[in-house]
């Protein structure tokens, strides 16, 4: 049974820091790839950033690049996003996805529609 749960969110001032935590299970973590997305109150669901599962790269959504990288531990069937420089326009429910990927990580991770399994979510606040 696919389930994926994240944790880490929290509120914290600009240009601060959180680190999110996503454990899959077994069966999510059969896919070959994984991804952050973010969603906030009137807006759009945002691809931040996406990992293949066994190896072959990352990929950073616009907003995430030089601010926010993303890693697995295999080990752990865990996946992580490290935030840096937080800004208030990074305020949203984060949460983490899995899917068979067929196209390049950066289409996949714009379109959202290959990363079919999602999992609950984690709210992230930053004040200025």
């Known amino acids: 049974q696919d389930e994926m749960v994240a944790s880490g969110g929290g509120s914290v001032q600009a240009g601060g820091s959180l680190r999110l935590s996503c454990v899959a299970s077994?069966?999510?973590?059969?896919?070959?790839?994984m991804a952050w997305f973010r969603q906030s109150p009137g807006k759009e669901r945002e691809g931040v950033a996406a990992?293949?599962?066994?190896?072959?790269?990352?990929w950073l959504g616009d907003s995430a690049k030089g601010r926010f990288t993303i890693a697995l531990d295999n080990a752990k069937s865990t996946l992580f996003l490290n935030m840096n420089r937080l800004k208030p326009e990074d305020t949203a429910e984060y949460y983490c996805?899995?899917?068979?990927?067929?196209?390049?990580?950066?289409?996949?991770?714009?379109?959202?529609?290959?990363?079919?399994?999602r999992g609950r979510g984690t709210q992230v606040i930053v004040s200025s």
């Open positions: 990992i293949y599962i066994n190896g072959g790269g990352t």
């Open positions: 077994r069966d999510t973590y059969s896919r070959n790839a």
């Open positions: 996805a899995a899917g068979n990927v067929g196209d390049a990580l950066g289409i996949a991770l714009a379109n959202g529609k290959e990363f079919n399994t």
